[in-house]
């Protein structure tokens, strides 16, 4: 039985985030150099490993592509051992184990049959099409058709509130106007939009959909985001790279930066 690997692009979405954020902690992502996930994270990482499975599962065309890996359902584990096999591989996602699982099974009764069905691909790779001064792509967690459209699932599990600004905070979030950015991009006018996917952990398990909004003087505004901040990572390839220096930036709903510490110079 096949393992999934939803795990991030080495200059996918993680190094863009890292970079729009602060380009010393993308020189340390580049360089290999990440600490431990944190609790949130692992969280995280290990829902999205279960949803993985479930939709690989559930899917009913005949086969699906990962990453261009053709794979039928049949092939890959069930979200439960998929769970089990990457918790017994790696103790850090061991504490949140039971707490996955059972979310899960609360997320299968909640959405039934209204779940998403028409799956297209998973984990799946967008690269923006044109010439970039850094070379753009961001992973997708889920592509679906729904009314002949093709819509970008990303799911949602830790680090936010639950409260109903997360879908209004999230609409400048280089994550989602680059999904809005490439679905464009990839798709033209069969592209719908982008669907954040939230599973919550707090006071019981709560499940939200909801379209992310974008305007299009924001899309307008990242693509020359993305332009100037691969314009300066070039430009300081072999240089130090500038640090961010804000509270904020550096201590943020996760909790401190990895590298905090060592840009304190201890
Ligand atoms: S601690 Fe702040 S300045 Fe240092 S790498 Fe992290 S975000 Fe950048």
Redesign the pocket.
């Known amino acids: 039985m096949k393992l999934l690997n939803p795990s991030t692009n080495p200059h996918g979405t993680t190094f863009w985030r890292a970079l729009l ?2 380009p ?2 993308a020189r ?1 992502y580049t360089a290999g150099n990440r600490g431990a996930p944190s609790d949130a994270q692992a969280r995280g990482i290990l829902l999205h490993l279960v949803l993985a499975h479930h939709y690989a599962k559930r899917n009913r065309l005949p086969n699906f592509r990962q990453d261009g890996e053709a794979l039928t359902a049949g092939e890959v584990m069930t979200p439960e051992d998929a769970a089990h096999a990457l918790a017994e591989d790696q103790p850090v996602f061991r504490p949140w184990l039971g707490p996955v699982v059972e979310a899960y099974g609360a997320y299968c009764t909640y959405w039934g049959e209204s779940d998403f069905d028409q799956v297209l691909a998973l984990e799946h790779t967008l690269h923006a099409i044109g010439e970039y001064p850094v070379p753009y792509c961001q992973r997708a967690d889920l592509l679906v058709k729904r009314q002949d459209k093709v819509w970008i699932i990303d799911h949602k599990g830790s680090g936010y509130s639950g409260g109903s600004s997360l879908f209004e905070q999230v609409s400048i979030d280089a994550q989602f106007v680059g999904y809005h950015w490439l679905g464009r991009q990839r798709f033209g006018k069969k592209f719908g939009g982008v669907i954040l996917n939230q599973v919550s952990f707090e006071k019981g398990f709560r499940f939200k959909r909801a379209e992310i909004p974008v305007l299009p003087q924001v899309l307008a505004d990242f693509e020359y985001a993305i332009r100037t901040a691969g314009d300066e990572w070039n430009r300081l390839q072999g240089k130090p790279m500038p ?3 804000h509270s904020e ?2 201590w943020d709903r996760y909790g401190k ?1 990895d ?2 510490d060592s ?1 304190r110079g201890r």
Request: net charge positive; hydrophobic share 30%.
């Open positions: 954020k602060c010393t902690l340390h640090k961010r220096f930036v550096c930066c590298h905090f840009c």
